[in-house]
Nanobody, 121 residues
Framework: QVQLVESGGGLVQAGGSLRLSCAAS????????MGWYRQAPGSQRELVAD???????DYADSVKGRFTIPRENAKKTVYLQMSSLKPEDTAVYYC???????????????WGQGTQVTVSS
């Protein structure tokens, strides 16, 4: 089994910063892409940012220049550094990892439980 544990959410004022963490554990041979998604009430889950195990990143247009997604492969951990936060960034943030559990096994997506980020105006 693979577990993703997120931390770092909370309440912050507009213009502030937060850092989310997501640590993977369990039976893992390799992790390919890791990413952060978010879902606001009444909205679909959307990609915020992702990063390959080689370090290539991709960001939603709405967060470019404000968020970064560093990753520590040795710790099987991905972060979401958020700055200049806006009320529209309020959502539940989910971590996702694409994991291969054996050398020749298939890649499967795993999700964290979600962490609430609330930005007050």
């Amino acid at each position: 089994q693979v577990q993703l544990v997120e931390s770092g959410g909370g309440l912050v004022q507009a213009g502030g910063s937060l850092r989310l963490s997501c640590a993977a554990s369990g039976s893992i041979f390799v992790i390919n892409d890791m990413g952060w998604y978010r879902q606001a009430p009444g909205s679909q889950r959307e990609l915020v940012a992702d990063i390959t195990n080689g370090g290539r990143t991709d960001y939603a247009d709405s967060v470019k220049g404000r968020f970064t997604i560093p990753r520590e492969n040795a710790k099987k951990t991905v972060y979401l550094q958020m700055s200049s936060l806006k009320p529209e960034d309020t959502a539940v943030y989910y971590c996702k990892a694409e994991v291969r559990q054996t050398r020749w096994g298939a890649l499967y997506p795993y999700w964290g439980q979600g962490t609430q980020v609330t930005v007050s105006s």
